[in-house]
């Protein structure tokens, strides 16, 4: 499980930091409101651990923007504000839980727990975009009412960019989520590539409509573009 953690306390951070390793997690820290952003857009994340009160970009402000940008992993609130007022614009500006420094450590992991295990996704059996449709008890897709013959790899990277449609997905998520890996490395991003083009290959060679693309320098969409719009 991978939890970031955006705090500008760097003492704070790092204790956040080593007693979340300890436990078994892995930690990223983020001291400013716009590195944390980035880790977010750039990155996966399981949970979000957010004080509120930063330079630049204040808490509040990335809660709203992450929940307008419809992510949605459990966050949870670390902040010194303690009144029913700012709970409540917290917990209304989309925060999960709230816990007002300074706090107990076992109560911040009980409460962490507790996140996770509501966050964890549900199995469904079916996802979709536009004429593409997967069946996940079956394992087979669909294009146009047309099978497509695709590898366990390349279906595990299409079920992956189909639950996060019209966002983006990362290398980096890939080589975590899909590989298995902590670390990204240039071996990998080819491979990840190479695996990418075999998939768009299948899916939008013979259609019109293309369903993957290509954001350079980022990583990859799944999103519905017509056949005169680039793919990348």
């Known amino acids: ?16 930091k ?13 001291v400013t409101g716009e590195e944390g952003f980035y880790c977010l857009s750039t990155e ?22 992450i929940r307008d940008k419809g992510y949605t992993l459990p966050v949870l609130v670390l902040t010194g504000r303690d009144t029913v007022e700012d709970r409540v614009l917290g917990l209304d ?3 999960d839980d709230y816990l007002v420094k300074p706090f107990a450590f076992p109560e911040l992991l009980a409460r962490i727990r507790l996140l996770l295990r509501r966050g ?12 593409l449709e997967l069946n996940l008890s079956t394992h087979q897709a669909l294009r146009d009412g047309q099978l497509l013959d695709l590898t366990q790899r390349e279906f595990e990277l299409l ?17 975590h989520d899909i590989w298995k890996v902590k670390e990204r490395s240039t071996p990998l991003d080819n491979v990840i590539d190479v695996n990418i083009a075999r998939l768009r290959r299948k899916v ?3 259609f019109a ?3 993957i693309r290509t954001i350079r320098g980022v990583g990859f969409m799944a999103t519905v573009r017509e056949a005169h719009e680039p793919a990348h």
Do not use: C, W
């Open 44 to 65: 996966f994340f399981n949970l979000l651990l957010l004080d509120l009160m930063l330079p630049g970009r204040d808490g509040l402000e990335i809660l709203t923007t």
């Open 204 to 206: 939008d060679g013979p």
């Open 120 to 131: 964890r996704p549900e199995p469904m059996g079916q996802v979709s975009l536009a004429d």
């Open 93 to 95: 500006s989309g925060a």
């Open 209 to 211: 409509r293309k369903l």
């Open 1 to 16: 499980m991978r939890i970031l953690i955006i705090e500008d306390e760097q003492k704070i951070a790092e204790a956040l």
């Open 159 to 175: 079920e992956y960019l189909l639950r996060h449609q019209e966002h983006v997905v990362s290398r980096e998520m890939l080589a």
């Open 18 to 30: 080593r007693g979340l390793e300890a436990e078994g997690y892995e930690a990223v820290t983020a």
